[in-house]
């Protein structure tokens, strides 16, 4: 079955501190990897697109990593900023319009 | 300079009465998807229009329709209204479908309230 797990499900940092998000995906056949970060009461926007030959990408302060062969993909935000604060959905796609979407991790950041 | 449009941003109707939430893009894509999230959950997509070749999931209920009457708009339509209805639904379009990564594009949603 494709389904796409992320972790943790919630996290709270500080301003300023790094920290990291999990995906795990079982989607088969697999084309690409992607991050959106949803606001709340907003439509996602794309922080990256990988796919399954890149091992990582980075979007500013926003670095993401693929392991292909595990099928783990991370998220890292360095230096987080208050504007951070947000859902961040992991989407693993197949081939034509197979979207996996992952429950997404929901971000906050405190001043 | 707005890509995705939706309209409206919130939208309120009676349990049974039909509504249509529109879409507009000025992307010119050939894509466009509507997906529907409800609160805490993963967007789930309901159909999409490749051009004008409508393809539904196969669990997207037969409560819900679309049109797409022109590259520019498409549209939702709920035509019996549930409780159960009650979401954000989701706009996004895409260039093409066929190449492993092509770009999907968001609109801000429309969050629909059934009373």
């Known amino acids: 079955k494709n389904q796409v797990e992320q972790s943790p499900q919630s996290l709270i940092i500080l301003e300023g501190k790094n920290c990291t998000l999990q995906?795990?995906?079982?989607?088969?056949?697999?084309?690409?990897l992607r991050w959106y970060k949803q606001d709340t009461g907003r439509g996602p926007v794309s922080l990256t697109i990988?796919?399954?030959?890149?091992n990582t990408k980075s979007n500013g302060r926003y670095t993401a990593t693929l392991d292909a062969d595990t099928k783990q993909s991370s998220l890292h935000i360095t230096a987080s900023q208050l504007s951070d604060s947000a859902s961040y959905i992991c989407v693993a796609a197949g081939w034509g319009q197979n979207f996996v979407f992952g429950p997404g991790t929901r971000l906050s950041v405190l001043p | 300079d707005a890509m995705v449009i939706q309209n409206p941003r919130y939208q309120v109707t009676q349990f049974g009465k039909p509504v249509t939430l529109s879409c507009s893009q000025t992307l010119n894509h050939n894509v466009m998807y509507w997906y529907q999230q409800k609160s805490s959950q993963a967007p789930k997509l309901l159909f999409h229009y490749y051009d004008k070749d409508f393809n539904n999931e196969a669990d997207t209920p037969d409560n819900f329709q679309s049109r797409r009457p022109n590259t520019s708009f498409c549209f939702l339509d709920i035509r019996s209204p549930g409780l159960g209805d009650a979401a954000m639904y989701l706009c996004?379009?895409?260039?093409?479908?066929?190449?492993?990564?092509?770009?999907?594009?968001f609109g801000p949603g429309t969050r629909l309230t059934v009373t």
């Open positions: 996004a379009t895409s260039e093409d479908m066929t190449s492993g990564t092509y770009e999907q594009y």
């Open positions: 995906c795990n995906y079982t989607v088969s056949p697999f084309s690409n």
């Open positions: 990988m796919t399954f030959s890149e």
